[in-house]
């Protein structure tokens, strides 16, 4: 698997690491010359002194023969850009880094369905601990091939109520975020736009689920 992973954040270095620990053929592009250059020596992988929206930095990185790219680089325009180029290269798998909740929404609109908000789940866990609340990462939850999903409803269910949309098995419907309000699966609600589903799937089911949604992706 070779994957373009764009820049070198907490996040960009520890999923760069992680990705050649299994093998897999990475490609970081770091747009600061030092940073770069310290990685380039540390890190069995190429490294790309290079601002990483640049059409041409992405094909110098042979984007178009990449599996996946993940855009986590500080600024959430930028990670969107690169994801539109991404696509535009037919790459199967785009990631964005999206901090603001107004650009999730762009990215949603866009037809991004891979986005991971850090600063939102750091944030949440660290007022939980001030609360004295002791809460369970959702890592520790997961067994064998079980996996949770958090996806945006699409046209296609937007209307329709949890209970009139056809899941496989060994799936269901824990709840849905809307906005700022959690809604459990067993008050049926009827689905809005930008209401987000939460559920819980076995890892073979969820090109179903994604189909179930009128999700036209692939894992």
């Known amino acids: 698997m070779r994957v373009i992973v764009v820049g070198a954040g907490s996040l960009g270095i520890n999923l760069t690491k992680n990705m050649i620990q299994q093998g897999k053929e990475v490609i970081l592009i770091e747009k ?7 990685l380039a020596e540390t890190l069995d992988c190429t490294v790309i002194n290079a601002e990483g929206t640049r059409p041409d930095i992405l094909e110098k990185a042979d984007i178009s023969n990449a599996d996946a790219v993940v855009a986590c ?35 949603n609109k866009l037809g991004f369905y891979y986005m991971i908000n850090p600063s939102s789940i750091s944030s949440r866990y660290i007022s939980d601990v001030l609360r004295g609340i002791n809460t369970i990462e959702l890592s520790n939850l997961v067994r064998s091939d079980v996996r949770f999903m958090g996806v945006m409803a699409t046209d296609q269910v937007i209307d329709m109520k949890l209970s009139e949309i056809s899941l496989p098995e060994n799936s269901a419907f824990i709840g849905i975020y809307r906005k700022d309000e959690f809604i459990l699966a067993e008050k049926d609600p009827k689905l809005h736009e930008k209401d987000e589903l939460i559920l819980v799937t076995r890892a073979d089911l969820i090109n179903n689920v994604n189909e179930a949604l009128g999700r036209n992706i692939k894992t």
């Open 32 to 38: 600061d010359e030092s940073i770069a250059k310290e």
């Open 73 to 107: 680089t500080n600024i959430d325009q930028n990670n969107i850009l690169i994801g539109l180029i991404a696509r535009d290269a037919k790459v199967e798998k785009v990631i964005l880094k999206i901090d603001d909740r107004q650009f999730m929404d762009v990215a």
